[in-house]
């Protein structure tokens, strides 16, 4: 049995375009469909379905949708399938899932399966990415506006560099260090072919924590450039290290984002670490 869970506030289709893609899902054998009517109603769905002996979960949605239906999936017998329609779709662009909903669609259905590694922020699992600083700051100027897509984010970038301070962060061994950012690679990208962790792989055990020294705007600049160019590791403020697990300390009421979940800290002390092949994936 396939479950679709489908987010029909993600994207920007039209109400002709997700009808099109309702009546697609409907014609699939032995599968049920299910729309999403509220913040974690996805992951409730996708709890029910793997109790009910799903064989297939497939998100429909953008990074959050994806990310509360995989918090549900992990350690089960149940694959995530992903047929992504948001605004960045990081996790799916790692993989090399079609972002065009009929070849998604048919790459749900014929796939194979992989395991992929799962990293957690504390008690929380994250797929793609999570980070504090700079990255944090953009995500929540992102959340507030009423659009999503490529051109806002970068119009976020724009409006929080200028009013932006670098964060100081408690390492393990008690020494203190200002950053620009600090993200927690586990996939190779924010989404929309940004790449601040290129070499990342969700399959080698480890994850990476790529710190961004403070910069000045025009070093800012170059930084949001070698994204997109993926030579992000070049840039001179930058530097990327594997580990298994990271320890340091922040300010409670800290920014942080997971997945692109804007967020705050509620504790002083946090633990960042990867579970191997945590997750079924369908390819």
């Given at each position: 049995m396939i479950h679709f869970i489908y987010n029909p506030n993600s994207g920007s289709k039209s109400n002709a375009s997700k009808k099109q893609m309702l009546q697609k899902l409907e014609k699939i054998e032995n599968s049920q469909v299910h729309?999403?009517?509220?913040?974690?109603h996805a992951h409730d769905l996708a709890l029910k379905a793997v109790q009910n002996g799903a064989q297939k979960v497939v998100a429909i949605g953008g990074d959050g949708t994806i990310h509360e239906i995989a918090s549900a999936l992990i350690g089960t017998n149940t694959a995530l399938g992903i047929i992504p329609i948001g605004s960045g779709n990081g996790l799916a662009r790692h993989l090399g899932i079609h972002l065009s909903?009929?070849?998604?669609l048919q790459?749900?259905?014929q796939g194979n399966e992989i395991l992929i590694d799962v990293a957690f922020w504390n008690q929380d699992a994250f797929f793609c990415t999570a980070g504090i600083g700079f990255d944090a700051e953009v995500a929540h100027q992102f959340a507030k506006g009423e659009k999503r897509g490529l051109i806002n984010y970068i119009r976020s970038s724009f409006k929080s560099v200028l009013q932006y301070q670098s964060i100081q962060i408690l390492q393990k061994d008690e020494t203190r260090e200002d950053v620009f950012s600090m993200t927690f690679a586990n996939a190779n990208q924010?989404?929309?072919n940004a790449f601040i962790s290129p070499y990342s792989n969700l399959q080698d055990g480890n994850f990476e924590v790529v710190k961004v020294e403070p910069l000045t705007i025009w070093e800012s600049a170059q930084l949001g450039i070698s994204l997109f160019l993926k030579n992000?590791?070049?840039h001179k403020k930058v530097?990327?290290?594997s580990y298994q697990r990271y320890d340091f300390s922040v300010p409670i009421g800290t920014l942080y984002h997971m997945d692109g979940e804007n967020l705050q800290t509620k504790e002083l002390h946090h633990?960042?670490?990867?579970?191997?092949?945590f997750l079924r994936v369908i390819l």
């Open positions: 729309l999403t009517q509220y913040a974690g909903f009929s070849k998604a790459q749900v259905i924010f989404g929309n992000i590791s070049q530097s990327i290290q633990t960042i670490k990867i579970i191997p092949k």
